[in-house]
């Protein structure tokens, strides 16, 4: 059983930063696929980032260069670093962990974004 718990969301201006972190319990984080989603006002839930247990990532398009995902193992630890924020950026971000060959994944309560002057 893994339980991910998401800080670092709040209110920040257009062309302003945030990091987004994801800490996890339990166990074998170091080989679980994480990934932060996130859901717009009204709209469905999309994927924003992923990272390999080896540190492969990749991106939706709408964030690339933009944003980073990163992980720390020893400290159980995933970050989403989002520079240059737009309005259109503001959602609930979520955390995501998927242990490899299984079904089911687990997902953290979503911390909230918003961009806006």
């Known amino acids: 059983q893994v339980q991910l718990v998401e800080s670092g969301g709040g209110l920040v201006q257009p062309g302003g930063s945030l990091r987004l972190s994801c800490a996890a319990s339990?166990?074998?984080?170091?080989?679980?696929?994480m990934g932060w989603y996130r859901q717009p006002p009204g709209k469905q839930r999309e994927s924003v980032a992923h990272?390999?247990?080896?540190?492969?990532?990749n991106y939706a398009n709408s964030i690339k260069g933009r944003f980073t995902i990163s992980r720390d193992n020893a400290k159980k630890t995933v970050y989403l670093q989002m520079n240059t924020l737009k309005p259109e950026d503001t959602a609930v971000y979520y955390c995501?962990?998927?242990?490899?060959?299984?079904?089911?994944?687990?997902w953290g309560q979503g911390t909230q974004v918003t961009v806006s002057s």
């Open positions: 339990g166990s074998a984080f170091d080989i679980y696929f």
């Open positions: 990272i390999t247990s080896g540190g492969s990532t």
């Open positions: 995501n962990a998927a242990p490899p060959g299984r079904s089911y994944d687990y």
